[in-house]
């Protein structure tokens, strides 16, 4: 563990009581449903909200790691961008057979896109690329937010509330 990147982290961990952890995750608890930071499940028949998920017991990235999806991300980004522009120009994909039409021209293409030039080619300036760690080093890229990428929100709500909840530990990892 000495190596790892969670050993300040273990070290921190070792020293705080069971109980401890569990009134500062009710706390997590009660201020996201005070700040109203919920979701709703669409298609769920409850329709009610939910918190959103929270987990005491954070994730923690290496340097490499970090630049392994960094690079990544950044790759499948403009790629992504590189696809919308396509689809909304010259139609390289459906003219090669790549892909047919009927996927791309369904009720979120839209017509008045057709053609049109944007600065630097850039169809979505914020995407939530959603990221599962399959191995130490190895991570797939689960799902691409283009439209709405709420997910984003929710991380800076989680890493706001991990600093109110437990300052010290921000101290040590930069």
């Known amino acids: 563990m000495r190596n790892s990147v ?7 961990l070792e020293k705080i009581h069971p ?7 009710q706390e997590a608890e009660l201020l996201f449903r005070k700040t109203g930071v919920t979701f709703n499940v669409y298609g769920d028949k409850d329709g009610s909200e939910r918190l959103i998920p929270f987990d005491i017991i954070p994730r923690i990235l290496s340097k ?8 990544g991300v950044i790759q499948r980004v403009k790629a992504l961008n590189h696809f919308l522009d396509d689809i909304y120009h ?6 090669d057979g790549l892909v047919p039409a009927s996927i791309i021209q369904h009720n979120q293409f839209r017509v ?7 600065p630097n080619k850039v169809y979505s ?15 797939f890229v689960l799902e691409d ?3 709405t990428p709420s997910g984003v929100s929710y991380m800076l709500d989680n890493r706001k509330m991990m600093m109110r909840l437990f300052p ?7």
């Open 6 to 12: 969670y050993h300040k982290y273990n070290f921190w």
């Open 19 to 25: 109980k401890t952890l569990a009134l500062k995750n």
């Open 64 to 71: 490499d790691q970090w630049s392994k999806i960094s690079s």
């Open 90 to 95: 010259k139609q390289s994909i459906i003219k």
């Open 112 to 118: 008045e896109m057709v053609n049109m030039d944007l």
């Open 125 to 139: 300036h914020i995407s939530g690329i959603d990221i599962v760690r399959t191995g130490k080093d190895d991570f």
């Open 145 to 147: 937010n283009l439209r």
């Open 168 to 174: 010290e530990l921000f101290e040590e990892y930069s």
